[in-house]
């Protein structure tokens, strides 16, 4: 591809690790729940109103544990599991070459603080996040600001670890590779 006009990134996975699988299974287990249904709670029921600011805080973590009054202090265990992602070594090298914006299924509130601990906040050019654009990925609607941004689709170059959000990209013209152990995305990310 050479170097595209726009770099775009996913934070979870990406930018970031993703711990959220492995915390659902530590809030079942700290609640005494079925995991199973501490993770299909979170995808049927509150996934999509988290990222797109249609719960309050409270509201979520009531919902999550099943706790009417929840007792610990569970942003706090999420937080401590995060650490960098695999494209965090890369992003003042790619930075300067190309501007670098973050597509991110996430919370406002939760994730600026995380990219300033992390030293990450002044690397992008532009955040754009769920809960502020009012859509989800993989919802054709969530890149619309990529879309209208670019020269032209196909100069945007995207890269996120879940492949439905990458398969959405590429249904709207973005070059669009998944990160993930044995994919090419160094390869398609070394040319921005």
């Not at 049927?44 to 309050?56: C, K, N, Q, V, Y």
């Not at 996040?129 to 619309?144: E, M, T």
Request: glycine share 8%; proline share 7%; with cysteine.
């Amino acid at each position: 591809m050479g170097v595209p006009d726009l770099l775009v990134l996913d934070v979870h996975g990406v930018v970031l690790s993703n711990p959220l699988p492995a915390f659902l299974d530590r809030v079942a287990d700290l609640t005494g729940q079925d995991r199973d249904r501490v993770r299909a709670r979170w995808r049927g029921e509150l996934r999509l109103p988290a990222w797109t600011g249609g719960i309050g805080d409270r509201d979520l973590w009531r919902r999550l544990t099943g706790e009417r009054h929840p007792s610990r202090d569970w942003r706090a265990l999420l937080e401590e599991s995060y650490e960098p992602g695999p494209v965090a070594r890369f992003l003042e090298e790619w930075r300067a070459r190309t501007p670098i914006w973050l597509l991110s299924n996430h919370r406002s509130h939760w994730l600026e603080p995380r990219l300033r601990r992390f030293g990450l906040e002044g690397l992008f050019d532009r955040v754009l996040v769920s809960d502020r654009i009012g859509h989800a990925k993989p919802d054709p609607a969530a890149f619309a600001p990529l879309v209208r941004a670019a020269r032209t689709p196909a100069s945007v170059l995207f890269l996120d670890d879940r492949e439905r959000n990458v398969l959405a990209a590429r249904a709207l013209g973005l070059c669009a590779v998944q990160v993930a152990p044995g994919t090419e995305w160094q390869e398609a990310a070394a040319g921005s």
